[in-house]
């Protein structure tokens, strides 16, 4: 098998291609690998769990309410990279002129089955002694409308 470079990018222009140094590491851009890229920086998957599973939408929440205790030049440089990557919108907040509302993207939303299954994993083979989070289990479940549910909540209060 041999993998080939093809530059498919849709919505983006050459130049917002090469200013994109995300996936500039090689000449073959794997999808595992892109996927990667973005979910094996630690920040990255915890910031998408705050906004999603418990509603820190502005900086301030979530650094206030992150039990990991992220810095708060970390939490900066993660925003606009998730912003960045495509995975965080924002909006401004109509009651404070500097504060911005992060909100999902549906690439975002589409990584939640993926992160409760990072979950599922990570209690089933006991990694690191985590811990089971009681709320994600209906979610864990397999055909259960529970998931299906939850994402539609999240696309009705983050995309717009």
């Known amino acids: 098998m041999v993998l ?8 983006l222009s050459m130049e917002d291609f090469k200013n994109n140094n995300v996936l500039d590491r090689s000449e073959v851009r794997c999808p595992i690998a ?9 920040w ?4 998408i769990r705050d906004i999603a599973f418990f509603g820190f939408r502005t900086f301030r929440e979530i650094i206030s309410n992150n039990n990991e205790k992220i810095q708060s030049s970390t ?9 960045d990557v495509g995975l965080l919108s924002f909006k401004d907040d109509e009651t404070h002129a500097q504060r911005k509302i992060y909100c999902l993207t549906q690439a975002a939303i589409d990584l939640v089955p993926i992160i409760i299954s990072m979950a599922d994993w990570s209690n089933k083979h006991q990694i ?12 864990q479940e397999k055909n259960n409308p529970a998931l299906e549910e939850f994402v539609n909540k999240l696309r009705k209060e983050h995309l717009y």
């Open 4 to 11: 080939r470079k093809e530059i498919v990018v849709v919505g």
């Open 34 to 42: 892109a996927a990667s890229t973005v979910l094996t920086d630690q």
């Open 44 to 47: 990255s998957v915890i910031v």
């Open 75 to 83: 939490l900066a440089k993660r925003l606009k990279r998730l912003v």
């Open 128 to 139: 690191l002694d985590s811990h089971t989070i009681e709320f994600l289990k209906p979610l």
